[in-house]
């Protein structure tokens, strides 16, 4: 299993971002679905997450600016950032719960983007 993230990038503040993160590999169902950050020197958070059902949870630093969805067909999470803040640069990574089969066994696993840096100057 693969992910592949993209979409980062320089905006100014108030612009607006799409990140992307397509799963790939002998993949029978995706879980839950998650964004996280890790600003230089801080600690990796999670910024939003959505569940196989459509539940969807947030940062409360991001309520109302970002949007979490995902589309099971194409194997992709997306995050769609909006009125971006200079205190939302950091690199951000997706995290899927992908199940896979192992010994005819449906097992499910944590796999992490490479990450894209996000950049908003003010």
């Known amino acids: 299993v693969q992910l592949q993230a993209s979409g980062g990038g320089l905006v100014q503040a108030g612009g607006s971002l799409r990140l992307s993160c397509a799963a790939s590999g002998s993949i029978i169902s995706i879980s839950d679905m998650g964004w996280y950050r890790q600003a230089p020197g801080k600690q990796r958070e999670l910024v939003a997450a959505?569940?196989?059902?459509?539940?969807?949870n947030y940062t409360d630093s991001v309520k109302g600016r970002f949007t979490i969805a995902r589309d099971d067909a194409k194997k992709t999470a997306y995050l769609e950032m909006n009125n971006l803040k200079p205190e939302d640069t950091a690199v951000y990574y997706c995290?899927?719960?992908?199940?896979?089969?192992?010994?005819?066994?449906?097992?499910?696993?944590?796999?992490w983007g490479q990450g894209t840096q996000v950049t908003v100057s003010s």
């Open positions: 995290s899927l719960d992908v199940g896979t089969l192992v010994n005819a066994r449906l097992v499910f696993n944590d796999y």
């Open positions: 959505i569940t196989s059902g459509g539940s969807r």
